[in-house]
């Protein structure tokens, strides 16, 4: 088997079904102080924003429409859950060939994703029922 593995934890997706109000919790629930402004990602299917922890990130995520990738989830959860956790990895297209080989497996194929770099979704199935994002690491993270 070769060398590759996970890296540090990027950020843990929550599916929400209104953003502005998810991002008003945080701030009034929890004191964040920390939350960049909301933006669409129509590639994704998804409008996203982040809170910014010191060690970490939640990312924020309302579908866009009845196609995005989180609309069946919204469905069976109506007020939002936690949707995926997203851990760094050196280099994606080495993380998708391993994943095949290791049986598990991969949504789609690469794309870019909210931090600019490659990112790829590998099924809950695989991973006790949680769905795993695996992104490249950005640039200033090493
Ligand atoms: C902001 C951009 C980007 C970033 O840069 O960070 C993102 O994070 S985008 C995040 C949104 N995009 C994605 O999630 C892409 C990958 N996801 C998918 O392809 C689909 O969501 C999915 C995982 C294939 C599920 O699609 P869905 O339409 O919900 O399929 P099913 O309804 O058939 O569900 C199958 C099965 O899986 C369970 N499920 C669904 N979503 C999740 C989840 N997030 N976590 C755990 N389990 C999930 C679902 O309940 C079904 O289970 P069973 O009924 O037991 O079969
Ligand atoms: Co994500």
Redesign the pocket.
Known sequence: MSEFKIGPLN?V?VAVPDLEEACETYRTLYGATDITTPFD?PE?G?K?CFVNLPNSQI?L?EPLNEDS??H??IQ?NPKGGQ??V?FEVDDVHQAVEEMGKRGATV??KPRI???GTL?I?V??KNSN???I?L?ETPEGHH
């Open positions: 950020h997706g990602m994704q998804v996203v990312e995520i990738p989180i069946n989830f069976k949707h995926h997203c949504l789609g994703g909210a931090h990112i979704f099924h809950p029922g949680v769905l994002e992104m």
